[in-house]
Every structure is written in structure tokens, then in C-alpha cells.
């Protein structure tokens, strides 16, 4: 009567045999930005054959191990809020042995950026001339005048970056988004992205009293219209890409409101709904600087609303010349398919 249990015993040991022989381990340290230990970071890695998902949480010296894990190469990564985006791609791994994997953090790009765009920006406003002084130039009635091409300072792009708390469902998705390389992007496909006020290529602002239009050169070029007759926003909006503006002065600032967005764009690599309100605060304190100030709020994708601040650069010598995205569209030949 006591075989059967010796021999379900034996099996249970060949089983646990056999996948200690076929497994393996990811093993290293967090650390930050200053190769301080990091805790309580959660790593994790995906089977590039299989798609199945291992998480492991750095302990209080900043140490993890993803262990258990089959035989093939796997995507390590980290996606953090205070941090950009860790991903390191084809680590391998071979029954009984542990591949080391040492993971530093580095400091948020600024203006919700990828690190490849922040490099370009900076490249860009390295060698530019500082803006030109002089009092803020103001409208016929007396109303400070925004008009005038705008390139983002230097010290905006450097700066820390502020990101949303997402939701968890919201999390999900900007953790698909950067593991295959943000290829769906709108923009690589010449579609539209959200109004703004962020010039990271020149953007032309052209101000009357009861209207202010800007003329970006993103990766595709848009028009929008912030209404300043004070109407107010009409019910039973239609979603539309770009959203209804309507810009109410307090003071030197102009309040611009802009609702009805569809969930289609993205808020640089993050998702956002429908619901999503944006409110940009503007003041244009002398001839040469112009001060953003935005506010995202989205109850259905973030916890909690959150802020940005930028300040944008007069550039007289620039233009925003006429760019037709589908006509030499060549970004989608370089993203990940797979």
C-alpha cells in the first residue's frame, strides 16, 4: 500500500528535475541615474518565442533574479514612472546557467519624449542664437500678442519629464507600446497629433482679437483655431482629432480650454480617452520667451491630472514650411513589424 506514494514521490522529483535542467535565471542590480541601488523596482522579461511574461521585484540592496525561466531569449525590461523606459532585447538564456544583467535607470526625457527625440531636439537648439529682448509686444487692446514663430528652449528639453499616473488598463497598453518600439504611432502614419503649444519643430502662432491660430510643423502639419469671442464650448461635441479651443483671458494670461478630442491620438506615447481636457496656460512675459503651461486631466486613464511647463524661444529666422507627411513617408520602413 505505500509504493504508490514512493513512486508518485520519485516522479514528482524527476519532474522538478527536469526543470531545474531546462531552466535557467536573469540575475543583477536596479540602480538609478547616480548607480544608486534601486528597491522595490519591478523587472521584467518576455519569451521572444513564446510571449509568456516573468516579473521579479529588485530587493532593498537594488538585487533581482528572474529565475525559473526556459531556455531562449527573452526582452528584459523595466517601465517605470520616474524613469525612462529600460529595454534590453535577445538576452539569452541556457538551462542551469545565469546570465548577468546589470540595469541602470536614466532620468525621464523632458516634454513626455523618447530619448531619440530629446537627442534630436537638443542636437537642434544646441548651436542657436539666443531670442531676441525687448518688452512684450502687445495688441491694440493691450492684450499681450503671441504672434511670431517659437522653438522649445534648450532647458525644456534637458529638464525632467513629467508623466501621467496611469491606470491600470492605461499601463497595459504604454507597456505594449514601448516594448514594440511605439510602431503603431499615429504620426509614423501620417496621422494627426494633439493641439499644443509645444514648438519641439517651429511652430507659427498668429493672434487677432477674436481668433489665434497655430501652424505646427510636427511629423504632420496642422492647423488649429482657439476661438477668443467668448462663446463657450458647444454641447454634443463631435470627437475630432485636433478638439474645440476656446481661450479666455485672466490678466496677461490666456486660458485656452480644449475638449472634444477623440482617443485616437496619443499624448506622446501615452493613451489617453475621450474624455481627455487639456488647459494651456500661456504668458508671453517679454519679446523673447513665451511661458506653457498645460494641464492634462483624464479621469478614464490617469489617476490623477497632471502638469507640464515648457518655455518656448521667439526664432525670427525660422519658418514652418510645407510638409506632406504620405508624400516621403519613410518612418514606417524602420519600426519593429514583429
Known amino acids: 500500500m505505500r509504493l504508490p506514494k514512493i513512486v508518485g514521490a520519485f516522479c514528482c522529483c524527476l519532474a522538478a528535475l527536469g526543470q531545474t535542467e531546462t531552466a535557467g535565471s536573469v540575475a543583477g542590480s536596479v540602480l538609478d541615474p547616480a548607480r544608486a541601488a534601486l528597491a522595490g523596482v519591478t523587472v521584467e522579461a518576455r519569451n521572444t518565442q513564446t510571449g509568456t511574461d516573468y516579473k521579479a521585484v529588485s530587493s532593498p540592496a537594488g ?159 496642422s492647423a488649429h483655431q482657439v476661438y477668443l469671442d467668448g462663446r463657450s464650448v458647444p454641447k454634443d461635441l463631435e470627437p475630432t482629432w485636433q478638439g474645440y479651443s476656446i481661450g479666455k483671458w485672466e490678466g496677461d494670461t490666456l486660458v485656452v480650454e480644449t475638449v472634444g478630442l477623440n482617443d485616437k491620438t496619443w499624448l506622446n506615447m501615452f493613451p489617453h480617452t475621450s474624455q481627455l481636457h487639456i488647459i494651456d496656460r500661456l504668458r508671453r512675459p517679454d519679446l523673447g520667451h513665451l511661458e506653457v503651461e498645460t494641464t492634462y486631466d483624464d479621469p478614464e486613464s490617469f489617476q490623477a491630472p497632471f502638469q507640464t511647463k515648457i518655455v518656448n524661444l521667439l526664432a525670427p529666422d525660422e519658418e514652418v514650411e510645407e510638409y506632406v507627411c504620405s508624400e516621403n513617408n519613410q518612418y514606417t520602413e524602420h519600426v519593429r513589424t514583429n
Request: aromatic share 8%.
Open 63 to 221: 538585487k533581482y533574479t528572474l529565475a525559473q525561466l526556459p531556455s531562449g531569449k527573452y526582452d528584459v525590461f523595466v517601465i517605470h514612472s520616474n524613469y525612462r523606459p529600460f529595454v534590453r532585447r535577445g538576452v539569452e538564456v541556457i538551462a542551469g546557467q545565469s546570465a548577468p544583467l546589470e540595469i541602470q535607470l536614466s532620468s525621464n526625457a523632458g516634454l513626455l519624449g523618447t530619448l531619440g527625440e530629446m537627442q534630436a531636439f537638443a542636437e537642434i537648439l544646441a548651436n542657436r542664437p539666443p531670442p531676441p529682448q525687448g518688452p512684450t509686444p502687445r495688441t491694440p487692446d493691450g492684450k499681450p500678442d503671441f504672434s511670431g514663430v517659437w522653438l522649445v528652449s534648450p532647458s525644456s528639453v534637458k529638464g525632467p519629464a513629467r508623466q501621467p499616473d496611469l491606470l491600470p488598463w492605461a499601463r497595459a497598453v504604454y507597456r505594449e507600446r514601448v516594448l514594440s518600439d511605439y510602431k503603431d504611432k499615429p504620426s509614423a502614419r501620417c496621422l494627426p497629433e494633439l493641439p499644443g503649444f509645444l514648438a519641439r519643430w517651429p511652430i507659427r502662432i498668429v493672434q487677432s482679437p477674436k481668433i489665434l491660430v497655430t501652424l505646427r510643423m510636427d511629423d504632420v502639419i
